[in-house]
């Protein structure tokens, strides 16, 4: 089955891909769907609100099955923030994730190390083929670092430390196993094996 990812985020569309695909679900963009998907204003006060404008949108142009997901990081010595605005963080003056990532890494930057606590969260919205829709949120402990470290990822994962490594120098597959993201798709798989048995 096909199910449409409302995300022009490239980097995103490919971690939701690589978790989707083994389920025997073909994850397509707006652009292999033919679709132009206009942005949503994120209207929402939380990560779950926006996931679902998201989903329903794309759920209406296509009458495709449709996953959306919202996810940011929350860092505690900035009482949360940036939150459900970690993609447009600072925005008058950050243009880039390398901008609002060295932004929060000159907030904290006399902020010592047990103080550095953060999470990432991830909201998945999947609106079904009837209409039935399956909200799931995980999140992701850990810390934020001190500099730029590893080449892999995207948005915060080079500053966000879980262990002794940043998101950023896992592999893709060590990333899935831990993340946000990866703990959400893969209880949304479960979600969906659940669905289809029902129906079938």
Known sequence: MKF?????????????ERILNPLGIEAVSAKEAGVILD??????????????????????????????????ICVDALNGKPGIYSARYSAEDCFTDEQRTAKILEQLRDVPDEKR????TCAICCILPDGEVIDIEETCEGKIGYSFVGEGGFGYDPIFVQGDKTFAQLTPEEK???????????????????YFSEKH
């Open 4 to 16: 449409i990812i409302a995300t022009n985020n490239a980097k995103k569309l490919v971690e939701l």
């Open 176 to 194: 899935d196993k831990v993340s946000h993201r990866g703990k959400a798709l893969r209880r949304l798989r479960d979600e969906l094996n659940e």
């Open 39 to 72: 942005d949503v204003d994120e209207t929402g006060t939380t990560f779950m609100e926006n996931a679902y404008l998201k989903a329903n949108a794309a759920f209406k142009k296509t009458g495709m099955p449709a996953v959306a997901d919202d996810s940011g």
């Open 117 to 120: 606590g953060a999470h990432y």
